[in-house]
């Protein structure tokens, strides 16, 4: 399902100094931070023996330790998301071009500074990795500038986001946790919003982020990719 709100995965570890990162966008429903890392990355299902016609390389059966690839991990929801991984048994690569990121907030030793939209780097990734799911924070994320610099929104949170699941399908990996925004409902109607409200954004950002989640829903229908 859709996950709006993920920065309050993190909430109970705010108050720490020393991981930050790109500032969260504005809160809105969420689930817990159990549910959150176990939920999407089960392990019920082996991986086929055989590469896919798409070309990915093979896979042998399941892996005891999952490996997922934290975009944007370097930022300030990415790096708490990423520790809550690693300390639930799973190997995180972080994946940031620390544009809004910072380096001391990565704790895992696989770390590649790169953009999503440089697809040479993107191979690289998932060619040195066994990767089983993805969890994408990686954006811009400013209300107002997003108005006066459109642009620069479609471009970084949409086409880096395209680019990421055509890997991934390259790849045969069919798994990605989105970090979506309120920002996608506008002026809610009634609070809390409910995942089923109307969806009519009010400034790039929001539009940037549904057309994201749009995007997805027929990723889905066309190659399997959940979110």
Not at 4 to 17: D, I, T, W, Y
Not at 28 to 47: D, I, Y
Not at 188 to 207: A, F, H, M, Q
């Amino acid at each position: 399902s859709k996950y709006r709100g993920v920065e309050q995965l993190v909430a109970r570890r705010a108050h720490n100094p020393e991981v930050v990162g790109s500032s969260p966008a504005p809160a809105t429903r969420t689930k817990s931070p159990k549910a959150f890392a176990l939920g999407l990355f089960s392990t019920s299902t082996a991986r086929p023996a055989e590469p896919s016609p798409r070309g990915a390389r093979s896979r042998k059966g399941a892996l005891d330790m999952q490996t997922i690839l934290v975009a944007g991990g370097a930022g300030y929801i990415g790096s708490h998301t990423a520790l809550e991984l690693m300390q639930q048994g799973r190997e995180v690569i972080y994946f940031d071009n620390l544009q809004k990121g910072h380096k001391r907030a990565v704790l895992g030793d696989k770390f590649y500074i790169a953009d999503l939209r440089d697809q040479e780097a993107l191979e690289k990734v998932f060619q040195e990795n066994e990767i089983e799911a993805v969890v994408q924070f990686a954006a811009d994320s400013l209300v107002g500038e997003s108005v006066t610099v459109p642009f620069k929104y479609y471009n970084n949170n949409v086409i880096s986001t395209l680019r990421l699941l055509e890997t991934m399908v390259k790849y045969d990996v069919k798994k990605i946790v989105f970090s979506s925004t309120a920002a996608t409902y506008g002026q809610p109607k009634r609070v809390p919003i409910l995942e089923s409200d109307e969806t009519l954004p009010t400034n790039p950002y929001g539009e940037t982020k549904l057309a994201v989640e749009r995007l997805l829903k027929w990723a889905d229908n066309a190659y399997g990719i959940k979110y």
